[in-house]
């Protein structure tokens, strides 16, 4: 892999997790402890492999709250 391909890589990466720490701010748990949230994402995790049904309503619920964004 080329210098320039790499650096494009670990880019795309770091805009990845700085979104999806975004995500964290906007569901209003910013201060809230690591451990806690991890421990919430891997039961997500968990329940999406179980019950399908609950892909739907969790989306549906985040669709709605970025479509009352006001930013």
Known sequence: MSRNATS?????DTRDKIELGGLIVKAG????RRALLLGA???LQ???KAD????????????EAFGNESE
């Open 29 to 32: 748990l910013r201060f809230e």
């Open 46 to 48: 968990q329940r999406l």
């Open 8 to 12: 494009d890589a670990r880019k795309k």
């Open 52 to 63: 399908g049904s609950e892909r739907s309503r969790l989306t549906a619920i985040g669709a």
């Open 41 to 43: 994402l891997i039961e």
